[in-house]
């Protein structure tokens, strides 16, 4: 380990961190240029075969960056897909950046370094940067906005070059050492262990942007809001700020486990998808109104109303039932499209009954920061399952790849284990480890160090 990875988990100060010397490589999951063609037509694209950990070069810093040392970082849907090199391949998106010369020609590099989510130590500031120092403790957004375009200060998903850090950008989270722009950085809610951190900014900032930013659905008290794969990342995300705002949520998820574990979040309703007849294929048009009608009248069985919101993220196999099963004037808000992009829907259910379908992605930082207050009030929790070693990566996004996964599977970058990166113990306690650990099976023996 290099002597600043090793000064950070000591805990030095501000003023030793920077006395160190930055290295000229880091540790990183990555994936290489060379590899981008060796599933051909392999039903089974299995991750383990193309993610590797290895050093790769530090990057130079740009003036309005940062250097954060990574304490943890987390699996999201987007590594998969790198690491599936499907629908296409991300050194697309790295060699599309680079043709703006200056600074981002540095992400186009034969390794792609992964990760959209982290938590940790910022080692190093670039010349422009104001507000943050070295020493503070930040998590990072995926939201890689330029803030010189006028359509971000509007809303920074709109500006036209609006990139995910670690899936269109490079030196993504998944390392010992990340680079940002400062403008994907908040403070590190100081409750938290750093992989608990680190599994917010990408899936709870996404579930705010859908369900409680008047950029999405704009829930309300009493809402009744269905939620699709609720026990997933974004879906343990989405209950909890539905209860949070006074909503009824009714969540859908695939086992008998993943109930248990929704019902310690607080789900109202619980249905196993299995139960209404719902399997894991696509459905046709008329299959989806089928099935709309099986899950509207198990609903109303169970809250008296059919759903004024439909949280949806899984696309293919679920959307033609959404948009049934929303009430009339109702929404369906939907941020991906885990089983197919080509979404198949009965019109007539929506222009009929004034239903409205809206496109959400990610969050623009302001939408982060209120998230992240509501996660520092104890208002939110982190929806960590289980955590890996950073280079365990490949099990842990097959995990995520098959589905076997509740929550957010942590990754473990420089912190040597996990309960670790606490600074107000006191906090911690006041909110109770059952309920910062509802997901978490055996919760980790928390310490106040650093690293």
Same mark, same amino acid.
């Given at each position: 380990?290099?002597?600043?990875?090793?000064?950070?988990?000591?805990?030095?100060?501000?003023?030793?961190?920077?006395?160190?010397?930055?290295?000229?490589?880091?540790?990183?999951?990555?994936l290489h240029a060379d590899d981008t063609r060796m599933f051909g037509d392999a039903p089974d694209k299995d991750v383990r075969r193309s993610l590797r950990v290895g050093r790769v070069?530090?990057?130079?810093?740009?003036?309005?960056?940062?250097?954060?040392?990574?304490?943890?970082?987390?699996?999201?849907?987007?590594?998969?897909?790198?690491?599936?090199?499907?629908?296409?391949?991300?050194?697309?998106?790295?060699?599309?950046?680079?043709?703006?010369?200056?600074?981002?020609?540095?992400?186009?590099?034969?390794?792609?370094?992964?990760?959209?989510?982290?938590?940790?130590?910022?080692?190093?500031?670039?010349?422009?940067?104001?507000?943050w120092r070295v020493g503070d403790h930040v998590v990072v957004s995926p939201s890689y906005v330029d803030d010189q375009e006028p359509a971000t200060h509007s809303d920074g998903m709109?500006?036209?070059?609006?990139?995910?850090?670690?899936?269109?950008?490079?030196?993504?989270?998944?390392?010992?050492?990340?680079?940002?722009?400062?403008?994907?950085?908040?403070?590190?809610?100081?409750?938290?262990?750093?992989?608990?951190?680190?599994?917010?900014?990408?899936?709870?900032?996404?579930?705010?942007?859908?369900?409680?930013?008047?950029?999405?659905?704009?829930?309300?008290?009493?809402?009744?809001?269905?939620?699709?794969?609720?026990?997933?990342?974004?879906?343990?995300?989405?209950?909890?700020?539905?209860?949070?705002?006074?909503?009824?949520?009714?969540?859908?998820?695939?086992?008998?486990?993943?109930?248990?574990?929704?019902?310690?979040?607080?789900?109202?309703?619980?249905?196993?998808?299995?139960?209404?007849?719902?399997?894991?294929?696509?459905?046709?048009?008329?299959?989806?109104?089928?099935?709309?009608?099986? +899950?509207?009248?198990?609903? /109303? #069985?169970?809250? *008296?109303?059919?759903?004024?919101?439909?949280? =949806?993220?899984? &696309? !293919?196999?679920?959307?033609?039932?959404?948009?049934?099963?929303?009430?009339?004037?109702?929404?369906?808000?939907?941020?991906?499209?885990?089983?197919?992009?080509?979404?198949?829907?009965?019109?007539?259910?929506?222009?009929?009954?004034?239903?409205?379908?809206?496109?959400?992605?990610?969050?623009?930082?302001?939408?982060?920061?209120?998230?992240?207050?509501?996660?520092?009030?104890?208002?939110?929790?982190?929806?960590?399952?289980?955590?890996?070693?950073?280079?365990?990566?490949?099990?842990?996004?097959?995990?995520?790849?098959?589905?076997?996964?509740?929550?957010?599977?942590?990754? +473990?970058?420089?912190?040597? /284990? #996990?309960?670790? *990166?606490?600074?107000?113990?006191?906090?911690? =306690?006041?909110? &109770? !480890?059952?309920?910062?650990?509802?997901?978490?099976?055996?919760?980790?023996v928390v310490t106040g160090s650093i690293g």
């Amino acid at each position: 380990m290099d002597a600043l990875a090793e000064a950070v988990l000591a805990g030095a100060s501000p003023e030793e961190l920077s006395r160190e010397a930055v290295p000229g490589e880091y540790l990183a999951a990555y994936l290489h240029a060379d590899d981008t063609r060796m599933f051909g037509d392999a039903p089974d694209k299995d991750v383990r075969r193309s993610l590797r950990v290895g050093r790769v070069p530090m990057p130079e810093l740009a003036p309005d960056e940062a250097l954060v040392a990574v304490m943890a970082s987390s699996v999201n849907y987007n590594t998969v897909w790198s690491a599936t090199f499907a629908p296409l391949p991300t050194f697309d998106f790295l060699r599309r950046f680079s043709r703006q010369g200056g600074y981002a020609a540095r992400h186009d590099q034969p390794q792609h370094v992964l990760g959209s989510d982290g938590a940790g130590v910022i080692v190093r500031v670039g010349a422009g940067v104001r507000h943050w120092r070295v020493g503070d403790h930040v998590v990072v957004s995926p939201s890689y906005v330029d803030d010189q375009e006028p359509a971000t200060h509007s809303d920074g998903m709109l500006g036209r070059e609006q990139r995910v850090w670690g899936f269109e950008t490079n030196f993504g989270g998944l390392a010992h050492y990340a680079v940002v722009r400062v403008n994907q950085l908040v403070p590190k809610p100081t409750h938290l262990t750093w992989e608990e951190a680190a599994s917010v900014p990408l899936c709870g900032a996404t579930a705010y942007r859908m369900l409680v930013s008047d950029r999405g659905a704009r829930i309300k008290q009493g809402d009744i809001v269905l939620i699709w794969g609720a026990a997933g990342g974004l879906g343990a995300y989405a209950v909890q700020l539905v209860k949070a705002g006074g909503g009824i949520p009714i969540g859908v998820v695939s086992s008998e486990e993943k109930a248990r574990a929704l019902r310690r979040l607080g789900c109202d309703v619980v249905i196993n998808r299995n139960d209404i007849g719902l399997g894991h294929h696509i459905p046709g048009p008329d299959e989806a109104i089928s099935l709309g009608k099986q +899950l509207g009248k198990r609903i /109303r #069985a169970e809250v *008296g109303e059919d759903p004024h919101v439909v949280f =949806d993220y899984v &696309g !293919a196999a679920t959307f033609g039932i959404s948009v049934f099963v929303v009430r009339k004037g109702g929404t369906v808000v939907t941020c991906g499209s885990s089983t197919g992009y080509q979404h198949q829907f009965d019109n007539r259910y929506l222009w009929m009954n004034l239903k409205r379908v809206i496109g959400s992605h990610a969050a623009n930082w302001q939408e982060l920061a209120e998230c992240n207050r509501l996660v520092q009030l104890g208002m939110l929790m982190p929806a960590l399952s289980t955590t890996y070693p950073l280079e365990e990566i490949g099990e842990a996004t097959r995990l995520v790849q098959r589905n076997q996964h509740t929550g957010k599977v942590g990754v +473990l970058c420089l912190a040597p /284990r #996990a309960g670790l *990166g606490v600074t107000d113990p006191a906090l911690r =306690d006041r909110i &109770g !480890a059952d309920r910062l650990n509802a997901l978490r099976n055996p919760a980790p023996v928390v310490t106040g160090s650093i690293g």
